[in-house]
């Protein structure tokens, strides 16, 4: 379903602006054909040299665990890191399901915490009051590609002995402290390639993480718990089809048809980066003078990924924020609301009993929120159409 309204008009060649799109070039395909012909359609060489590069590029001498999905490899990392029934684990409310819904998978509980108002990101100072003798992790999420202040974060962890997952999904690439998410001292940190992502490979994440045994953990649990050491100790006797089960585990591999698109996306994370940050500062430019609120910046110095532009109506603006989109829509552009923060949705506000005001700087910021279209695949003219017909809508 989400498929068809991101790409509507595309296909039908009618002058629909999607709300986003993957950026997929020659490259991409050739080398999906190399795989095709190779004959590796699942997991195979180029699973293992995309996660080659993918340590490489985020560098720090990380490992690089590809996954099927950022649901996947955030679900791998707290079983590996010991997440288990009855524990709590600290997150922030303005996030997409998958964030949460992980916890769950493992009969531990999500603990919301509200976002700083400034930033979208999980308020640090909220995180130490949440902490109870059960709390076993904080799952900062880099929300739209802006940083957590991961030097508070990390140093509350340690404080409590708190694991970290960081949920990187619109995080790459994206600094804090002028180094890559990716090189902190978390337990792991956790990429996606959903399709609207700042790199894409339809559906793929990757765990990125130092520690040796959670990330033979995360090796094993990604492929029904086979413990794939026995492929390498086999003696001459065993037999090759042999194999254990050590753990009753999942199937989260990624395939080397996603790898052979994400090897090939990789390569250009860096101009779409760059072009994604001078797309948001034109909007930013554009938007001058007009009663709305601009996305927040990264430091001085720091990267933003944009993987998206949430712009906030002012409260001035009469017209509501569903009729906004709904005028954006009628003019041919596609938008979208990152997030409808967990606590007003039905399963996470009647499990732990939430009420909309529980977290007033998350639903503040989802009340007045507009994610406008913003990727490389968009040209000049489709963002200044972008900006006209918020001019006409606002003024
Ligand atoms: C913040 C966040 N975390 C996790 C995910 C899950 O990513 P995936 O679709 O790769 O499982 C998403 C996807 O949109 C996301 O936005």
């Not at 679900?75 to 997440?83: K, N, Q, R």
């Not at 108002?117 to 929300?143: C, G, L, Q, S």
Request: hydrophobic share 40%; aromatic share 10%; with cysteine.
């Amino acid at each position: 379903m989400l498929q068809k309204f991101i790409t509507r008009g595309y296909n039908n060649m009618t002058d629909f602006l999607p709300f986003a799109l993957p950026d997929i070039g020659e490259e991409e395909i050739a080398e999906v054909m190399d795989s095709l012909r190779s004959g590796w359609l699942t997991t195979g060489p180029k699973a293992k040299r995309f996660e080659q590069d993918f340590a490489a590029f985020i560098g720090g001498g990380v490992e690089a665990i590809a996954v099927n999905s950022a649901t996947a490899g955030l679900h791998l990392a707290l079983e590996a890191v010991g997440i288990n029934t009855g524990d709590e684990v600290i997150t922030t409310p303005y996030t997409f399901t998958a964030t949460a819904e992980v916890v769950r998978y493992l009969n531990a509980h999500p603990v919301f915490v509200d976002i700083d108002p400034n930033t979208f990101n999980i308020d640090p100072a909220k995180i130490e009051k949440a902490i109870t003798p059960r709390t076993k992790a904080i799952i900062p999420v880099h929300f739209a590609g802006l940083a957590c202040d991961m030097d508070r974060i990390l140093k509350i962890a340690r404080k409590h002995g708190l694991k970290v997952v960081e949920d990187a999904a619109h995080a790459l690439p994206t600094t804090y402290n002028r180094k890559l998410i990716g090189t902190f001292d978390s337990d792991a940190t956790v990429y996606s390639f959903y399709v609207t992502k700042t790199i894409a490979t339809g559906e793929g994440g990757m765990v990125v993480l130092t520690n040796k045994q959670i990330a033979e953990r995360c090796r094993v649990m990604r492929l029904h718990g086979i413990n794939r050491d026995v492929f390498n100790r086999y003696s001459s006797k065993k037999p090759s089809w042999h194999y254990e089960v050590v753990a009753p585990g999942f199937k989260y591999n990624m395939t080397d048809i996603a790898a052979s698109l994400g090897i090939q996306q990789l390569k250009k994370a860096g101009a779409f980066q760059k072009r994604r940050s001078e797309m948001a500062a034109y909007y930013d430019k554009a938007f001058d003078g007009l009663p709305v609120m601009l996305p927040p910046k990264a430091p001085e110095g720091d990267v933003h990924a944009w993987h998206l532009y949430v712009l906030r109506l002012g409260d001035e603006v009469s017209v509501s924020r569903d009729r906004f989109i709904e005028l954006m829509a009628e003019k041919g552009i596609g938008c979208s609301v990152h997030f409808i923060p967990l606590h007003l949705q039905p399963y996470w506000r009647d499990t732990y009993n939430l009420k909309p005001r529980d977290f007033p700087n998350a639903l503040a910021v989802y009340e007045r929120a507009v994610s406008l279209p913003l990727y490389t695949k968009m040209s000049g003219k489709d963002q200044a159409r972008v900006v006209d017909t918020i001019r006409e809508i606002l003024e």
